[in-house]
């Protein structure tokens, strides 16, 4: 299965700012998924990102507030634009994995204050 | 609402006690299904998964789960857990055009 290198694991920012988080994966995937993990909840699918063609979003999200880059195959951005403390989680990047399923990366704890 | 759910949002358990977290979903038709773990900081593992098949899935480290089509649930089991299970365990489900949906979770935590 893909192993997906995520970074940075966590950061502090001022309300306002913008973050942006990188995934690479150490093969080439078509799919990319980016997730939030808000505190004491489950995931939730922020978006889907393929090489070549602008991310599909789920509803609630947004590309202004989350742009979202798939400049190749093995590697993706996600943005957290203007960001408010309501900002404040657990972001996952993921790669469809075949007939493994999924993999994840290590997850990127955002604190907006 | 389509929905996944895990009823038990935290378990405690001593060693060498028997497991079954409750996972249904809402999806009708054709789903794939999973169980992740994630334990105290790391990222989220894959347990185990069904596709089709026999229903009795085997995965890591001991655990099974089981898909009744007839109740929309996939329960994890695991006969005699550990300490080192303690972790977040997270059943997810898979519909078409590759959504995968989570349930918020069960904390597992195991006494030594």
């Known amino acids: 299965s893909a192993v997906i290198s995520q970074k940075p694991s966590r950061d502090i920012c001022q309300r306002g700012t913008s973050l942006t988080i990188q995934c690479q994966v150490d093969s080439q995937v078509t799919m990319m998924f980016w997730y939030r993990q808000q505190p004491g909840q489950s995931l939730t699918l922020i978006a889907t990102?393929?090489?070549?063609?602008?991310?599909?979003?789920e509803s609630g999200f947004v590309i202004d507030k989350f742009p979202i880059s798939r400049p190749n195959l093995t590697f993706s951005t996600l943005t957290v634009s203007n960001m408010s403390p309501e900002d404040s989680s657990i972001y996952l990047c993921?790669?469809?994995?075949?007939?493994?399923?999924?993999?994840f990366g290590s997850g990127t704890r955002l604190t907006v204050v | 609402a389509q929905s996944v759910s895990q009823h038990n949002h935290h378990v405690i358990l001593s060693e060498a006690a028997s497991l079954e977290l409750g996972c249904n979903y809402s999806?009708?038709?054709?789903?794939?299904l999973f169980w992740y773990v994630q334990y105290p900081g790391q990222h989220l593992q894959l347990l185990l998964k069904y596709f089709s098949g026999d229903p009795l899935v085997k995965g890591i480290k001991g655990f099974e789960a089981e898909f009744i089509k007839s109740k929309f649930s996939f329960n994890l089991r695991k006969p005699s857990v550990q300490w080192s299970d303690t972790a977040e365990y997270f059943c997810?489900?898979?519909?078409?055009?590759?959504?995968?949906?989570f349930g918020s979770g069960t904390q597992l935590t195991v006494l030594p």
């Open positions: 999806y009708g038709g054709t789903v794939n």
């Open positions: 990102a393929n090489q070549g063609s602008e991310a599909t979003y």
């Open positions: 997810a489900v898979e519909r078409s055009a590759r959504q995968l949906t």
């Open positions: 993921s790669a469809e994995g075949g007939s493994y399923g999924y993999t």
